[in-house]
């Protein structure tokens, strides 16, 4: 092997004959003894490219003198240490070596590999390190930042001797003859062995040294294009300050289809030449292209950071370029920061464009001081200001005069007061006509808006006689809506009225701001005049259909508030808080089918549509989720879908609240029940019970469904309802509906339910006096006698001994029966103990059913007598409170009509029917 001889490190290798090895010698007193590599020893071996048959290749001898350094708090000795290219990575070794075999095999993408390996490192942050210091630098922030630096660094230096030391990227210079060989074996053609030596210097000696991966990617280039592809990434990224390489790796991407990739070649080669414009210009077309739109802006912004004031030219171009995207996306105030990088870095490239760009944004962003600061340093327009220095002399002279004690506080707040005083305000402006009219505008709107509404007044007059609206109409209407915004109406009706009269700017938008500008002055019936031009030109403007409408309201004209609030479910996109506007006009005005028809509208976008009767059967369930999807599963059965083909739609943004739809739900089922529309109610109720935006009031709605069925003669689904509310409650209440939908039933379902909940009751409950009552009403009177005596037994009441004296009439009223006269005699018993039970409270209903008991079976001696009684006896104040309801002379009157009838006796009969019920 030739001697090697490297200057940069002064090292000298010498070849020596002793034991057949290469001795290297430098001036650290460090001594390395690599073993020769013999050509016929190396040809003879047996290598696989990932099995080097490894020697013991580096011994690194006992080093005698080592220099004794000392470390500085900033730890700069450690810097002559290391080499320029070290850098203090916190992956380890191993971890790197890991990655790069991941990203070899095909397991990681280039952008995943490198971002990996970079860790914290931000390319896009690399780029843009220095890409504001010319614009604003804080003072404050640059200390802070700095003593934050003196801190991180010191805690690095405390960590040393912790942390790994940091890793080589150029490769030892015992190494590097070792990589001269396997270039030496690639160029006799030799490729095995070249790629085996380079794979063991990458495996056991410096993973991290880019020569390696050069030296295979030219070993792929020919057989493996792809292998050679990400050697040469892999190299590149070990040595990224070679822009050139990035190029054509990225070129070599893009050629492959793999646009991501050749993306991050794109941001490594700006990473390693920043200010070269035309990278920037591919990486934002590829970004573009890829749809990475936010990228494609951030490339650009960092761009005109890295430009100094030289290339003014493209600064202008590129910062215009990010001012047009952020203006389209109404991000103004990423604009106007890429149009400061114009006025700060390249003030000479500055043209009447860039101010109107400026001024437009500032407007926009209400910093108006620097507006009107532009159009006066860029323009010809001239402003004076008043001066105060006579008001601080005064005050300063006042604060002089004061006690001597004092002096120095007062001093400084003599100085204090002098600068909050230094504000300067306008006397007088003067825009010569040579200004565009665009300028022209921006003074007049900045003038009015930092509140010098007598200038902008005097100035006005020229603005709006020389300037033609038909083709300056846009900045008529923004002088109009700046006045609109300080209540100057009358000032912006002399705007808007050329406006509104011209052929070109006769728009809705104008008429609009022409009928707000009447509203402000009061005059509604011009304002009415104006919004219903509004209404012709854009119908489908809803802002001004609701003003509108409450204009006619306001004027007492419902009808014609109601029409213009009018949406076409089939065509229109429908407002929900419009069509609660016209609910209320159609409920002031009782157009009540309408209103109701327009409520279940309004609920439809938060409910199922109830499509046919039998799909109540769904709903019976105690969540919404259970509901719907027991109504999607019967849809499902019969071929239909779960949502309406032909369903409404309605905006997202409505400002209608959770509460206000129900109490406007609640008020629909009150006038459907006093409208005594039962089936709309029970529709109603139902649908309520399949959203979700009312299940916080579940148990409310399920209520108001259950007296639905009830009013409707619904017992099949009310029974449903019912059952479920007796499971949850069961108080006198919920057995009372129980039953009444019992009494109502078509069928007797009720009876296993009654049976199934008989055993978990105690002795005495209302479930087994309804037991009884259901036996009693389906003719086996001994089952509900032995009931009724059962719990008579328990606990005595007037009502259960009504119902045994009851039961044992109907027991004796039946032909077959044996011991009629028995069954008698203890039913009136049993009548005597309710009347003694019901107290004096009850007289009249007492009388009332002992005559029914005497009529019943025959007595009509004893009945009529008794029907007088209930004729002749005070009801008492709770029955004269309820006569209608609880008053029972007049079925005493007509029973007894009835018995003189059948006695013939038709005089006292026609008597009693005149006297307690004749109107």
């Not at 090292?11 to 013999?38: A, H, Q």
């Not at 390319?123 to 804080?138: A, G, L, Q």
């Not at 108006?368 to 323009?379: A, G, P, Q």
Request: aromatic share 8%; glycine share 2%.
């Amino acid at each position: 092997m030739d001697v090697v001889k490297e200057t940069a490190m002064d090292v000298e290798l010498e070849k020596s004959t002793v034991n057949d090895n290469l001795v290297i010698n430098d001036n650290s007193n460090v001594t390395v003894i690599i073993e020769e590599l013999d050509e016929n020893a190396i040809n003879s071996m047996d290598m696989d490219i990932n099995e080097f048959v490894e020697a013991k290749a580096l011994q690194v001898q006992e080093v005698k003198d080592v220099p004794n350094y000392t470390s500085s708090p900033s730890c700069s000795s450690n810097k002559d240490i290391m080499d320029a290219e070290d850098q203090d990575m916190s992956l380890t070794a191993d971890e790197e070596e890991q990655l790069t075999k991941q990203f070899l095999n095909g397991e990681l993408t280039f952008s995943e590999y490198s971002s990996r390996m970079d860790q914290d490192i931000d390319v896009e942050t690399i780029e843009n390190d220095n890409s504001r210091k010319n614009i604003e630098v804080d003072p404050v922030i640059v200390q802070k930042t700095a003593e934050q630096k003196s801190i991180d660094q010191q805690r690095t230096c405390k960590t040393s001797n912790v942390r790994q030391r940091k890793k080589r990227r150029i490769l030892p210079p015992v190494l590097q003859g070792l990589m001269g060989e396997a270039n030496l074996r690639y160029a006799k053609g030799e490729v095995e062995l070249a790629a085996k030596i380079c794979a063991e210097i990458i495996r056991q000696q410096v993973p991290t040294a880019p020569q390696p991966y050069q030296t295979l990617a030219m070993i792929y280039e020919n057989d493996h294009p792809e292998k050679s592809l990400q050697c040469s990434l892999v190299a590149a990224h070990l040595s990224p300050k070679d822009a050139d390489q990035w190029i054509r790796l990225a070129n070599i991407s893009l050629e492959s289809n793999d646009i991501k990739q050749a993306i991050t070649c794109f941001s490594k080669a700006i990473q390693a030449s920043p200010k070269d414009i035309s990278l920037y210009e591919i990486r934002a077309q590829l970004q573009e292209q890829n749809g990475d739109k936010k990228a494609y802006l951030r490339g650009y912004t960092r761009l005109i950071h890295q430009l100094e004031a030289d290339d003014g030219e493209h600064i202008l171009k590129y910062a215009k370029i990010l001012a047009k995207h952020y203006m389209q996306e109404n991000n103004n105030t990423q604009a106007l920061e890429a149009m400061e990088t114009i006025f700060v870095k390249c003030p000479d490239f500055i043209t009447l464009e860039e101010v109107n760009i400026m001024t437009e944004l500032l407007i926009a962003l209400k910093q108006f001081n620097r507006c009107l600061d532009i159009l006066v340093k860029y323009t010809d327009i001239q402003v004076r200001y008043k001066n105060k220095k006579a008001e601080q002399e005064e005050i300063t002279n006042s604060i002089m005069s004061e006690e001597e004690e004092k002096l120095n506080n007062l001093k400084r707040k003599a100085t204090t007061s002098i600068k909050d005083q230094n504000i300067d305000e306008i006397e007088s402006c003067d825009v010569p006509d040579n200004v565009v009219v665009d300028l022209k505008a921006k003074f007049l709107i900045t003038l009015i808006e930092l509140g010098y509404i007598q200038i902008a007044d005097e100035l006005l007059p020229k603005f709006y006689t020389h300037e033609n609206p038909e083709i300056s109409g846009d900045l008529f209407l923004d002088l109009a809506e700046a006045l609109m915004d300080k209540k100057e109406f009358q000032r912006a009706l002399v705007l808007l009225d050329p406006l509104v009269e011209s052929s070109n700017f006769s728009l809705a938008a104008v008429w609009l701001r022409h009928a707000e500008c009447w509203v402000g002055c009061n005059d509604m019936d011009k304002a009415i005049k104006s919004y219903e031009i509004v209404r012709k030109l854009s119908p489908q403007h809803l802002g001004a259909r609701i003003a509108l409408a409450k204009l006619y309201k306001e004027a007492e004209h419902y009808d014609k508030a109601i029409e213009v609030l009018y949406q076409d479910p089939e065509s229109d996109t429908l407002d929900s808080d419009v069509i609660y506007q016209r609910m209320i006009l159609l409920y002031k005005v009782g157009k009540y089918e309408q209103y109701l028809s327009s409520g279940m509208l309004l609920l439809s976008r938060h409910c199922v549509n109830i499509r046919r009767r039998s799909e109540l059967s769904s709903l019976a369930r105690s969540t919404v989720r259970q509901r719907l999807e027991s109504l999607k599963h019967a849809r499902l059965e019969a071929g239909d879908t779960l949502e309406d083909e032909y369903a409404p739609i309605f905006a997202a943004n409505t400002k209608l609240s959770e509460k206000t739809e129900f109490q406007l739900f609640l008020q629909m089922c009150k006038l459907a029940y006093k409208l005594k529309n039962y089936g709309f109610l029970q529709r109603i109720c139902f649908t309520a019970l399949t959203t979700h935006r009312f299940k916080k009031r579940n148990s409310h709605i399920v209520f108001l469904c259950l007296i639905s069925c009830i009013h409707n003669e619904d017992s099949f689904h009310g029974y449903n309802i019912v059952r479920e509310i007796v499971r949850v409650c069961q108080r006198s209440n919920s057995w009372n509906l129980l039953n009444i939908i019992i009494q109502r039933a078509q069928d007797s379902r009720h009876s296993r339910f009654i049976m199934r909940l008989l055993g978990r009751e105690d002795v005495f409950s209302y479930l087994h006096i309804i037991h009884a009552n259901n036996c009693l009403v389906a003719g086996t009177y001994k089952y509900a006698l032995n009931g009724y005596i059962s719990l008579f037994k328990v606990a005595p009441n007037a009502l259960l001994a009504l119902l045994i004296g009851v039961t044992q009439l109907q027991m004796a009223c039946q032909k077959m029966s044996v011991k009629k006269n028995q069954l008698i005699i203890q039913a009136l018993a049993f009548f005597k103990k309710y009347m003694q039970l019901r107290g004096k409270d009850g007289k009249q209903e007492t009388y009332y059913n002992m005559a029914r008991a005497f009529h019943q079976i025959g007595l009509f001696p004893s009945a009529i007598h008794f029907y007088k009684l209930v004729l002749e006896e005070d009801p008492g104040d709770l029955v004269k409170q309820h006569a209608n309801l609880l008053d029972l002379k007049k079925e005493a009157a007509f029973n007894l009509h009835l018995i003189y009838l059948q006695s013939e006796n038709h005089l006292l009969a026609r008597m009693y029917l005149e006297n307690y019920i004749t109107i």
